[in-house]
């Protein structure tokens, strides 16, 4: 005691008795220590005084050698085999927890760097790497010296002989660097590293607690016991603590490990909290791992913004911050830093025109070092040259087939992440146009098949891009089926029926003729027990089988969907969000176009339910585009967003304004504030850059809707914006040239039509002849050709009018004919070739229109389109007689007769 007395804790000594002191040791070494230290005492001090109550007394000095010894020597170790070999002079029994924490660290850091003959490993990234080696099955190939060796051995039972003395961050720490190197899951060493932090867990400080939930989800057993501890422990510390920049990014750090237990409210307030903080700070973080941490916490709001509408102004200083942040690093952006960076802007809608050239230029720079140019840096780096899904920044085509190319080289050195990553990627944003190492991607995707079957999250990415990509090889393709027919009827996915309808929808698209009675039975089978996604993802495959008729599979898939229908209403009562009402009418409106009006009726009501009044821009596209695709009309519900937009005009992002203009344009509503709306347009377009594809798209839509400012008529019918196109074109895919090319046209006959005034000319005659004329023939329906052979009857024959006729901008008209001033129709042959019409002569458009002319819930409102081309042809002189199907089919035309005098009344021929 005369040593202790000469030491910071003589005055705790006066106080405590030695029972006193033992026992509370005892019960909890780490409280008492951290008792202690709040006091000022030195941590050599309280190791002394520990060591009396626990028996350590004899070895304090000694270990303060070893200490010393262990780190000299474990920082000469360049292999595994060096460290055990170093550990051969110690009994690593008598190591302290710092000192098994420093050997457990340099174990998992030299592990790691024996791995470097995978070429795919994210060596730099310990978590990653131990991800990819669980996803190609190859963890405890990779790590059966380690695990096996009789030192690592020695090493996990030190740690478990001192478990209860150990400081818990130690042993978080010692745990963690343990599960990295392979130690299997199964060890007694779990359980009990569990049970202590479950036990220490309400006096955790923040960053104990952010990595102990990350070891829980490192393991493969779920302890459910430990979750009501660790978020009571996290409100206690959130409730009673300043928010640091420290404190910022641990509340991140854990909030993002542990979404799927946290509550939407707790979530709710840490994003604010994180926000407000980050809002208050002058300057942006300049800590790149902070910034992947408010990057990820980004994701987290984005997702939950539905949910909350005080979260929309919490997203945009979020954004605002990250976007700053992103600017600020770009030239020290490392190629694992563009990947995550770029993904979380592009998914959360900030991926700006600057903060795509910054890290674009960033990108450029790493891909002139070859030591950059491995298959991992690769498929890093085509996240940031992608192109987005949002418009706002489209990449040069060149340096995607740069990256492209030397992919190719490097494919074969792809492991199953990787694989998953590019096939991702491609299935989103880029189509792979290289015949070549598409062909190459494919092979190595048969060759991982087991393991991309293995895990859901890999398996739904390669999924996805083969609906899109389908295989060049029949033989792959029939290997691939034979898998997934294995894992459908013997693989064991536990509870979850995500992974079963994600393996049915693809077989459901790509099985020909008749479903197999096993796929069918599976397919019955799952579809009550689907949750929201699984259900939106079998729904997804029913259109896309598209077959001959065959009558056992038109029986097969009238029953799916009675099945789908009859389990409608189980997800419309437990809808609760706008997300999930969306997913529904994306599912059933769109996917299965029901004829069901009033399910349609019942789920557009559910868009009032969740987005009246609209609380920001995401809830108004949305709605927007499921009312585009359905075809739906409501003119209540189309003026609450004109009204939104105007309200906002500030603040509302330009492409909720484009989306709202297609809607409008595709469904033929005509804004009542279109003054307004032109104006708010003008301005949005002074500020934002748009991409070729999403200008001409807004353009097209305005123009229908006679809202375009002459200035853009005038400016984009010149020669530099032709030269801008024509470079978007060059670098464009086949798709993206013809959509692209279709809409100039269009838009340039809306300006020649419609503002003769502006005196524009007609650039696209030669386009059009091209183009046009290889489709000159119509498709004949039951419909369209009564309605033709009813002309024969009615003007004479064949002879006096024309079929598949074209007006001098190639509108197309499905009959034409020629009247004089008494109304008397004109043999063809009497008729001159040129448009214009001498003295009282007139043509005479009949026009059938169908059902799907006609928005879906309405028999007398034709779409956008059909309203502009009669428009037009009243402007180029033409009669025009329409035949709505709806009347055509009425009970009072039920016979010839009928309709021949229908036609005769609508054509005014006698």
């Not at 015949?435 to 895990?455: A, K, M, P, Y």
């Not at 059009?768 to 024959?797: A, I, P």
Request: hydrophobic share 40%.
């Amino acid at each position: 005691m005369a040593f202790l007395r000469q030491n910071p804790l003589q005055n705790v000594l006066r106080t405590c008795t030695r029972k006193t002191i033992l026992q509370h040791t005892h019960c909890s070494y780490y409280n008492f220590r951290k008792a202690i230290s709040r006091n000022r005492v030195t941590y050599w001090s309280t190791r002394c005084l520990v060591g009396l109550s626990s028996g350590f007394s004899n070895k304090s000095i000694s270990n303060n050698v070893i200490s010393r010894q262990v780190q000299q020597t474990l920082s000469q170790c360049n292999t595994s085999d060096d460290v055990f070999e170093a550990l051969n002079g110690i009994v690593l029994g008598s190591l302290t927890g710092p000192e098994l924490r420093t050997l457990c660290q340099h174990i998992e850091t030299i592990t790691y760097k024996d791995l470097s003959k995978y070429a795919w490993l994210h060596s730099d990234n310990h978590d990653l790497s131990y991800l990819q080696l669980t996803f190609n099955h190859l963890l405890p190939q990779a790590m059966e010296f380690i695990i096996n060796h009789e030192k690592f051995q020695e090493t996990v039972s030190a740690v478990q002989d001192n478990l209860n003395n150990m400081d818990i961050k130690d042993l978080l720490e010692c745990f963690n660097c343990l599960l990295l190197v392979g130690l299997p899951h199964t060890s007694d060493l779990v359980d009990l590293v569990v049970d202590r932090c479950c036990q220490e867990c309400p006096s955790f400080d923040l960053g104990e607690l952010a990595l102990f939930v990350k070891i829980l989800r490192l393991l493969n057993v779920t302890y459910y016991r430990a979750y009501p501890l660790l978020m009571n422990r996290f409100v206690e510390i959130f409730d009673n603590s300043e928010m640091t920049r420290d404190h910022c990014w641990k509340l991140c750090m854990f909030l993002y490990h542990s979404t799927a237990m946290a509550s939407s409210s707790l979530m709710f307030k840490v994003i604010t909290k994180v926000a407000e903080h980050l809002s208050d700070q002058q300057e942006p973080t300049q800590n790149i791992e902070e910034l992947k941490w408010h990057l990820r916490l980004l994701k987290i709001s984005h997702q939950q913004r539905e949910r909350a509408e005080t979260l929309q102004q919490t997203n945009k200083i979020l954004m605002q911050k990250c976007q700053e942040s992103v600017l600020l690093l770009a030239d020290k952006l490392q190629t694992r830093d563009i990947s995550e960076v770029s993904n979380a802007m592009k998914s959360t809608f900030c991926f700006s025109a600057e903060v795509a050239y910054a890290i674009q230029k960033r990108g450029v720079e790493l891909m002139k070092n070859e030591e950059d140019c491995t298959i991992d840096n690769l498929s890093n780096l085509l996240y940031a040259f992608q192109k987005t899904n949002y418009g706002i920044h489209v990449s040069d085509s060149n340096i995607i087939n740069q990256i492209t190319n030397k992919i190719f080289e490097n494919i074969d050195d792809a492991d199953v992440l990787i694989l998953s990553n590019l096939a991702d990627n491609w299935a989103r944003n880029i189509t792979c146009t290289h015949q070549g190492l598409v062909l190459r991607f494919q092979d190595r995707i048969i060759e991982n098949i087991d393991c991309i079957l293995s895990f859901v999250s890999r398996m739904k990415c390669v999924l996805r891009y083969l609906s899109r990509q389908p295989f060049i090889k029949k033989e792959n393709e029939e290997v691939f089926k034979a898998k997934l027919f294995e894992a459908l009827q013997y693989k064991q996915f536990g509870m979850s029926t995500l992974p079963l309808s994600l393996i049915i929808t693809y077989l459901l698209q790509t099985t020909k003729g008749p479903l197999p009675d096993f796929l069918y039975g599976k397919t019955m089978k799952v579809i009550p027990q689907c949750r929201l996604t699984g259900f939106h993802n079998i729904i997804q495959g029913l259109p896309k089988m598209v077959k001959p008729y065959d009558r056992k599979l038109s029986n097969q898939l009238y029953t799916i969907k009675q099945k789908i229908n009859k389990n409608v209403h189980r997800f419309l009562e437990s809808s609760t969000t706008f997300h999930d009402q969306f997913r529904l009418s994306l599912s059933l409106a769109v996917r299965m176009q029901p004829s069901d009006p009033n399910l349609t009726k019942t789920l557009v009501e559910g868009f009032y339910k969740f987005s009246k009044p609209f609380a920001y821009d995401i809830h108004l596209r949305k709605t927007a585009n499921i009312l585009r695709q359905i075809g739906y009309y409501d003119k209540e519900l189309m003026q609450d967003m004109e009204d939104y937009i105007v309200k906002n005009a500030e603040s509302v992002n330009i492409l909720a304004v484009s989306d709202i203009m297609r809607l409008y344009s595709y469904v033929g509503h005509s804004p009542t504030r279109s003054e307004e709306l032109r104006q708010i347009i003008i301005d949005k377009l002074e500020k934002t850059e748009l991409g070729v594809l999403e200008k001409v798209k807004l353009f097209y839509n305005c123009g229908h809707l006679n809202i375009m400012p002459h200035y853009i008529f005038k400016n984009m019918f010149n020669l530099e914006f032709m030269e801008q196109m024509d470079a978007f074109l060059e670098g464009s895919l086949n798709n993206e040239e013809t959509t692209v090319e279709n809409l100039v046209m269009d838009l340039n006959r809306v300006a020649v039509l419609e503002y003769p005034e502006l005196d524009i000319p007609w650039f696209h005659e030669e386009f059009c002849q091209q183009k046009l004329h290889n489709g000159r023939e119509l498709l004949w329906g039951s419909f369209t050709r009564e309605v033709k052979d009813c002309l024969y009857e009615v003007v004479g024959g064949p002879d006096y009018f024309k079929s598949a006729a074209f007006t001098p901008y190639y509108h197309l008209v499905d009959y034409e004919y020629v009247v004089d001033g008494d109304n008397k129709v004109l043999a063809q042959r009497n008729i001159p070739y040129t448009h214009s019409l001498p003295g009282e002569l007139q043509r005479v458009a009949v026009v059938p229109l169908k059902i799907n002319n006609y928005c879906y819930n309405s028999t007398c409102h034709l779409k956008g389109n059909q309203l502009v081309r009669l428009k037009h042809l009243e402007i180029l002189g033409y009669k025009v007689i329409t035949i709505p199907q709806f009347q055509w089919m009425s009970v009072a035309l039920s016979d010839w007769s009928a309709k021949v005098d229908y036609v005769r009344l609508k054509t005014g021929l006698t």
